[in-house]
């Protein structure tokens, strides 16, 4: 899908300026304990499943619709897992982002895992112990997903 109609048209007026997003990211397990994750079709690389939310959509919801929309997987969220404002990233346009990001431990309930759009390369289930090679952001979120802890949140500075 790439950049949603509602950013688009705020760019049309702001520019390539920084702008804070909201950003969703889904840690789905299967009944077996293996964790879905989708080959970007931008960078080739295997991550974890994510997105922005629409407006006025519920973050779980999005997470929910952005593991459908990619993967054709039906789920459920069971818990927040994390929540992390990222570093900034500049695309190769000049456009400048922030996410604040919201990860869900989801559980598959239904579908198919296959490529749903055009966003993924492939999609496929993996083993946690069998993981393909994935950036620390993927890895620290399926960590998280696998305890039974609170919800991790970047530690504050110590005054």
Same mark, same amino acid.
């Given at each position: 899908? &790439?950049?949603?109609?509602? +950013?688009?048209? /705020?760019r049309a007026t702001a520019g390539h300026q920084l702008l804070l997003l909201p950003g969703v990211s889904a840690i789905v397990f299967?009944?077996?304990?293996r964790v879905l994750l989708g080959?970007?079709?931008?960078? &080739?690389?295997?991550?974890? +499943?994510?997105? /922005?939310?629409?407006p006025g959509e519920q973050p779980a919801g999005a997470a929910v619709r952005?593991?459908?929309?990619?993967?054709?997987?039906?789920?459920?969220?069971e818990r927040v897992v994390l929540v992390q404002a990222l570093?900034?990233?500049?695309?190769?346009?000049?456009?400048?982002?922030?996410?604040?990001?919201?990860?869900?431990r989801c559980r598959a309930v239904g579908g198919e895992a296959r490529v749903n759009d055009d966003e993924s390369l492939e999609v496929g289930w993996f083993p946690?112990?069998?993981?393909?090679?994935?950036?620390d952001f993927a890895l620290l979120?399926?960590?998280?997903?696998?305890?039974?802890?609170?919800t991790w949140f970047e530690p504050?500075?110590?005054r």
């Open positions: 899908m &790439g950049t949603p109609d509602f +950013i688009r048209e /705020i299967d009944d077996d304990g080959r970007r079709a931008d960078t &080739g690389r295997w991550s974890i +499943i994510g997105g /922005i939310p629409e952005e593991v459908y929309e990619e993967t054709a997987v039906r789920c459920v969220v570093k900034p990233v500049t695309y190769p346009n000049g456009d400048e982002c922030q996410y604040m990001d919201i990860t869900f946690v112990d069998g993981l393909p090679e994935l950036a979120r399926i960590k998280q997903a696998l305890t039974d802890e609170p504050m500075p110590s």
